[in-house]
C-alpha cells in the first residue's frame, strides 16, 4: 500500500478483554516499530522488528502485551487483560532499511478500555 | 535519556497570526526533527535540523537550530486553520533506533 495501514482505528473494550491491534507497513520496510501515545503526550517507544527478529522490546508496559511479525510483513500487538490505563492510541511506524532511516506513522489505533 | 522540554503546551491563535513553539534540551543534540501530528492521524516529518545555528525553511514554516545545538524553534507565518496539530520534536538516535519525542505543541488556527 501507499503508506502504514493500521486496523481496526477504533477499539473499545472492557476491562479484563484481550485485544488485538494490526499493522500493515510500507511494502519493502525492513524496520516496524510501536508507540503508545498517551492523552496529550508525545509517542513512547514500545517494541521494535527488523523483519522478523524482535530486536529491542524494553518499551512494552508489561508482560501482558505481546508483540509479533512472523513473517517480516505485518505485525500484530496484543495486549491481554486489558486495564484502564491501556487506555492510549498505538501507533506503527515503519522505515526502508536501516532503523535510523526516516519513520512513517500510521493513524493508529485509538483503545479505550471502559 | 534525554530529556525535552516543550512549550508552550497548548497555543490558540487567529488564522492570519504568526506563532513560534520551543525545544528544549539540557543535552546536546547530535540533530533534531520536527514533526506534525494532526488529529486523528499520526505524526509526519516536517523537517531535520544538524547544524548549529541552522536555519530551514518550508513554505511559511521556519525551523531554526541553537547555535550550542540545545534548543531550536519552529516559526509559522501567517498560521493557517491546517497548520492546526500537535508539533512535536524528537532528537535523531545516535547510537540508537527509538525515537523519543517531547510532550508536544497543541496548536489550534481558529478561522
Known amino acids: 500500500g501507499a503508506g502504514v495501514s493500521q486496523s481496526p482505528r477504533y477499539k473499545v473494550a472492557k476491562r479484563g478483554q484481550d485485544v488485538a491491534l494490526r499493522c500493515d507497513p510500507i511494502?519493502?520496510?525492513?524496520?516496524l516499530f510501536w508507540y503508545q501515545q498517551a492523552l496529550g503526550q508525545g509517542p513512547e517507544f514500545l517494541t521494535y522488528?527488523?523483519?522478523?527478529?524482535?530486536?529491542?522490546k524494553s518499551g512494552l508496559p508489561s508482560d501482558r502485551f505481546f508483540a509479533e511479525r512472523p513473517e517480516g510483513s505485518v505485525s500484530t500487538l496484543k495486549i491481554q487483560r486489558t486495564q484502564q490505563e491501556d487506555s492510549a492510541v498505538y501507533l506503527c511506524?515503519?522505515?526502508?532499511?536501516?532503523?535510523?532511516?526516516?519513520?512513517?506513522f500510521g493513524a493508529g489505533t485509538r483503545l479505550s478500555v471502559l | 535519556t534525554q530529556l525535552l522540554e516543550q512549550s508552550p503546551q497548548f497555543l490558540s491563535i487567529q488564522e492570519g497570526e504568526n506563532l513560534t513553539v520551543y525545544c528544549n534540551s539540557s543535552?546536546?543534540?547530535?540533530?533534531l526533527q520536527w514533526y506534525r501530528q494532526e488529529p486523528g492521524e499520526g505524526p509526519v516529518l516536517l523537517v531535520t535540523?544538524?547544524?548549529?545555528?541552522e536555519v530551514k525553511k518550508l513554505k511559511r514554516l521556519t525551523f531554526q537550530f541553537g547555535d550550542a545545538r540545545k534548543d531550536s524553534s519552529l516559526h509559522i507565518t501567517a498560521a493557517q486553520p491546517g497548520d492546526t496539530g500537535l508539533y512535536l520534536c524528537?532528537?535523531?538516535?545516535?547510537?540508537?533506533?527509538?525515537?523519543?519525542f517531547g510532550a508536544g505543541t497543541t496548536v489550534t488556527v481558529r478561522a
Open positions: 524528537a532528537p535523531v538516535p545516535v547510537n540508537d533506533y527509538k525515537l523519543s
Open positions: 511494502s519493502g520496510h525492513v524496520s
Open positions: 522488528f527488523q523483519n522478523e527478529a524482535q530486536l529491542d
Open positions: 543535552s546536546v543534540f547530535s540533530s
Open positions: 535540523v544538524v547544524t548549529g545555528g
Open positions: 511506524a515503519s522505515s526502508l532499511g536501516l532503523a535510523k532511516n526516516i519513520q512513517y
